[in-house]
């Protein structure tokens, strides 16, 4: 069951975003690993939906993960350490340990993004960005590359039903399953195309480009405390940001 | 306050369509465009809507004025061009095909209908209590949560209906708005129109046939072919002999004589015109469909069922029992949303019985892939356009004989008698997407036919269809059926069910129910 929420979604992205900063900016393994366990772990097991985050981070993340450690544990240039010598490649201690501190800070990105991503109530983040008068055209991006994942998946499950109906098997098998999906292509990116020039006229018999500042169907469930929170957050990354590079503690 | 002056009208410089024609809309009135597929209704309708097309090649010379004001259009690239954001203001418009009409943005009903009023800045207040308030005429309040990517068709195309009716458009353009909706949605919207008329919206419906039922004094302009064939009021088009330019009147029963329109064989392939009904139905043959005693959940009903804010699914099925024979025409009815799609789909696989057992041509359905049943039963989806995906009409039509396993030379021979068959001969080379709405639902019956399947499921067949269409489609059913084929088709064409159908059922909330007292064969 999905977690209660307690934060506006823009606070929670926010939040996010500047944990991102931070670990850019610290660039030490000790906090990226501090990150992972004590916000990425917790948010995730309360999630409310472990198992497809967990999957989607091992799947974004896995193969960052294994590149980093075949491209810098082999063929780390700075490497004096060597631990392991196959003659073109060397696997050398520096390298394991540069491949090490990018594998944790690519696997902060990842669980902080995705799980943001993956939990963040769309429609109060859409609605939130319109009470504080974003620019309708961001939000509709933002909305739409949003609302096009589903979409697209219902789309593409309706073609294959229909070509399933007209005697297209789709077998348990990997390769049958991907036949079905270079079968699927061909009428859904022409169907999405199709829908994309239909809808178009749609935004506009619909006034998307009146220029009066648009309002919302879903209450503001956002605070000033929140709005506040948000601005000194943002304040506070900033101003340690610059401290911490401009002191020259950089590893 | 609306006024449409079409000199002529021409995509990508092909043949001029809409020469000659005028159009006047008065606040208030109600104005029907009656047209074949073809005639050119789509495309003055989307003159109205401020959409002439430039942007696409396509070439319009004439003049619209609006509220006294006039844009003259002489085919030029130097042409003025109409502010969408302003004119839509005025004037609004609903498209065939809900599903592209939808913002994209919404993850509820209620959002999808307040887009276009929070687009020009209507305050939160009033837009709450506006979308309350058009939802509750248009039997949409128990939706106003629900995705509206998981509506039934008749309920996709309320919402697009209500979403338009609450910006309160001076003009308001509906193209075929009635489509796929089931008598009590059809008399909801329809006095939806009637409401907004009161407060001084001129309305114009496209339509196919002639309406059945409208507002008095209700005006029709006719088409064919592009070019006007009468305009005037609806009670004299009646009697006007529309029927020669393939313009029928809606909930009149198929016409035999007119199919012959199509390129059909002239006899209509068969059908003779009198209701089959009990009198007509053949010596029974073998069950072709036995469904006994059928339960059925949607997935997505499973999954939210109990939690708590979550609004109601769509019904599934609840111990549905029935049996068609060898020859036999099963209308299924009911309205939107009451399970008749789900029915339809237990059929060849689509969805799988929860509990009861599903037997068709006398094999169960039990595991077996969904593709392997399509020899057995064909299928017509509700949206056409989900249903085509191959590049060429020929392909499209030749893919079921193909996947049954048939040579290619058979296959496309099939598929070129089956498009013969439909009067499709000529479009093989098409895209799909080239051709009108009504050919594109004629190429996906091809399909079927095509095929050979002895059982076929249809979802609302007529849907959209004009009248040379509909007569075709009453005869192939006929022809089907004396062939010892068996159909089933959802349907809310109540004159369509009574005149080719040998019985109907009926369903409610996914149970078959006792028919209505009117309806009672």
Not at chain 1, 28 to 46: I, K, Q, T
Not at chain 2, 184 to 205: P, Q
Not at chain 2, 377 to 391: H, K, M, N, S
Request: glycine share 12%; hydrophobic share 45%.
């Amino acid at each position: 069951m999905p977690r209660r929420r307690i934060y506006n979604p823009l606070t929670e992205l926010l939040a996010a975003a500047l944990l991102v900063v931070l670990v850019l900016v610290v660039n030490r393994w000790e906090f990226s690993f501090a990150v992972l366990v004590l916000v990425v772990l917790p948010a995730v097991l309360l999630s409310g939906r472990i198992r497809q985050i967990s999957l989607a981070i091992l799947l974004v993340a896995g193969p960052l993960l294994l590149s980093s450690l075949l491209l810098h544990g082999l063929f780390y240039p700075e490497g004096r350490v060597i631990l392991l010598d196959f003659g073109v490649a060397r696997v050398t201690q520096e390298g394991l340990s540069f491949a090490a501190v990018m594998g944790l800070r690519m696997g902060v990105f990842t669980g902080v993004l995705l799980t943001v991503a993956m939990t963040l109530d769309i429609p109060d983040l859409l609605a939130t960005m319109t009470h504080r008068r974003w620019n309708r055209k961001l939000v509709f991006i933002l909305g739409s590359a949003v609302g096009i994942l589903p979409h697209v998946a219902l789309r593409a499950r309706q073609i294959t039903r229909a070509q399933q109906a007209r005697g297209l098997v789709v077998g348990r098998e990997p390769i049958s399953r991907f036949r079905a999906l270079l079968t699927v292509t061909t009428p859904l990116v022409i169907g999405l195309l199709v829908d994309a020039s239909e809808r178009n006229h749609m935004l506009q018999a619909r006034g998307f480009s009146s220029s009066v500042p648009r309002t919302s169907y879903l209450p503001d469930t956002d605070t000033p405390r929140q709005r506040w929170a948000r601005r000194g957050m943002a304040v506070a990354v900033g101003a340690f940001s610059v401290l911490w590079l401009g002191a020259g503690v950089l590893p | 306050m609306i006024r449409l002056e079409s000199e002529s009208f021409a995509y990508d410089d092909g043949v001029p369509l809409l020469t000659g024609v005028s159009l006047a809309v008065q606040p208030g009135e109600y104005v029907v465009i009656a047209g074949a597929s073809g005639s050119g209704k789509t495309t003055l309708a989307r003159l109205l809507a401020g959409l002439v097309g430039a942007d696409a090649g396509s070439t319009f010379r004439g003049s619209i004025t609006l509220d006294g004001q006039a844009v003259r259009f002489r085919g030029l690239p130097t042409d003025p061009r109409i502010d969408p954001a302003a004119w839509s203001a005025a004037v609004a418009f609903v498209a065939q095909g809900a599903w592209a009409q939808l913002s994209m943005m919404s993850a509820t009903v209620g959002e999808e209908i307040a887009f276009g009023p929070s687009n020009r800045g209507m305050a939160p207040e009033r837009l709450r209590a506006a979308v309350d308030d058009v939802a509750a005429a248009l039997k949409l309040t128990s939706l106003l949560d629900r995705d509206p990517r998981r509506l039934s068709g008749g309920q996709l195309q309320r919402t697009i209906i209500a979403a338009a009716v609450v910006q309160r458009p001076r003009i308001l353009v509906l193209d075929e708005p009635f489509q796929g909706l089931d008598e009590g949605a059809t008399a909801d919207v329809a006095a939806a129109l009637d409401a907004l008329r009161e407060g001084g919206t001129g309305v114009v419906v496209c339509e196919p046939m002639l309406p059945r039922s409208a507002p008095d004094m209700a005006r029709v302009l006719a088409l064919h072919d592009g070019h006007p064939v009468f305009d005037g009021l609806l009670v004299e088009a009646r009697g006007a002999g529309l029927r020669r330019y393939g313009i029928g009147v809606a909930g009149d029963p198929p016409m035999p004589g007119t199919g012959a329109a199509l390129g059909g064989s002239g006899d209509d392939a068969g059908y003779s015109g009198a209701p089959p009904g009990p009198t007509g139905f053949p010596s029974p043959g073998p069950e072709r469909i036995a469904m006994t005693d059928v339960c059925f959940r949607h997935p997505e009903d499973r999954r939210t069922a109990g939690a708590p804010g979550d609004a109601p699914a769509p019904p599934g099925l609840s111990g549905v029992s029935l049996s068609v024979r060898a020859g036999e025409i099963l209308a299924v009815r009911g309205a939107n949303g009451s399970g008749k799609s789900t029915l339809l789909q237990h059929l060849n696989g689509l969805h799988r019985a929860d509990s009861g057992t599903v037997v068709v041509g006398g094999v169960p359905i039990l595991n077996q892939p969904t593709g392997t049943l399509a020899t057995a039963v064909g299928y017509l989806f509700q949206d056409t356009d989900q249903q085509l995906f191959e590049r060429t009409v020929l392909r499209e039509v030749s893919y079921g004989p193909r996947a049954g396993g048939r040579p290619r030379v058979e296959a496309l021979r099939r598929a070129s008698d089956a498009l013969e068959t439909v009067g499709l001969g000529p479009a093989g080379e098409a895209h799909p997407y080239e051709l009108g709405f009504v050919q594109r639902r004629l190429v996906a019956l091809a399909s079927i036919i095509a095929t050979g399947p002895a059982v076929w499921a249809l979802d609302e067949p007529t849907a959209g269809l004009d009248e040379p269409a509909r007569t075709k489609l009453a005869a192939l059913l006929a022809l089907h059926a004396r062939g010892g084929g068996a159909v089933v088709m959802a349907t809310h064409d109540a004159t369509f069910a009574e005149a080719v159908a040998h019985r109907t059922i009926w369903l409610e909330g996914g149970r078959i129910r006792p028919a209505p007292p009117a309806h009672g064969r």
